[in-house]
Antibody
Framework: QVQLVESGGGVVQPGRSLRLSCEAS????????MHWVRQTPGKGLEWVAV????????FYGDSVKGRVTVMRDNSKNTLFLQLDSLRADDTAIYYC???????????????WGQGTLVTVSS | VVLTQSPVTVSLSPGERATLTCRAS??????LAWYQQKPGQPPRLLIY???NRATGIPARFSGSGSGTDFTLTISSLEPEDFAVYYC?????????FGGGTKVEIK
């Protein structure tokens, strides 16, 4: 069925790195831009990053710029988020989400995974 | 862009009409979406570009507005509609969300 499944979350110390994955199924992955969105009880929903359907373009939120890299492997229907120099305020549930538009990005999210929890703590 | 949602919480009964608002600063034209989120679940897209219902969304959900003031209306609340609702803009980078409105059962 049409779904996104995230993995790779866990407990990590401040300053360390983590790589999240999102495996897509049930739709033509290489036709859609993909996003990462995170959620915390205190700060609500925060958009993190987007990558174009072909991987040629990416954009980042202000709070993660320079510390985060979004990548995709269209041959494996998988999206990645590399998180470096992690801080306590990066603690959140990280969702991958599919863009609503084919072969472009409308920057609305019409399919979400269940999320993976990242906890940054010493 | 700052999106301010009001009220923060609203208490209503099934069958009642719900009117949720989202105010944008600065203007976002019609580039606004609404999402519904239930506990333990990811958000679900309801409305995009201010007034377009997403695939599979019931007709009781409608959106309106442009510029700085937007409204999500649920014409008659069903039991499954009690949830948190978020607005999101795509007009300016970075993409941003509002703080949410919780619709609770009265």
């Amino acid at each position: 069925q049409v779904q996104l499944v995230e993995s790779g979350g866990g407990v990590v110390q401040p300053g360390r790195s983590l790589r999240l994955s999102c495996e897509a199924s049930g739709f033509t992955f290489n036709n859609y831009g993909m996003h990462w969105v995170r959620q915390t009880p205190g700060k609500g929903l925060e958009w993190v990053a987007v990558i174009s359907y072909d991987g040629s373009n990416s954009f980042y939120g202000d709070s993660v710029k320079g510390r985060v890299t979004v990548m995709r492997d269209n041959s494996k229907n998988t999206l990645f988020l590399q998180l470096d120099s992690l801080r306590a305020d990066d603690t959140a549930i990280y969702y991958c989400a599919k863009d609503i538009r084919q072969r472009g990005t409308l920057n609305y999210f019409d399919l979400w995974g269940q999320g993976t929890l990242v906890t940054v703590s010493s | 862009v700052v999106l301010t949602q009001s009220p923060v919480t609203v208490s209503l009964s099934p069958g009642e009409r719900a009117t949720l608002t989202c105010r944008a600063s600065p203007s976002v034209s019609n580039s606004l979406a609404w999402y519904q989120q239930k506990p333990g679940q990811p958000p679900r897209l309801l409305i995009y570009d201010s007034s377009n219902r997403a695939t599979g969304i019931p007709a009781r959900f409608s959106g309106s507005g442009s510029g700085t003031d937007f409204t999500l209306t649920i014409s008659s609340l069903e039991p499954e509609d009690f949830a948190v609702y978020y607005c999101q803009q795509r007009s300016h980078w970075p993409l941003t969300f509002g703080g949410g409105t919780k619709v609770e059962i009265k």
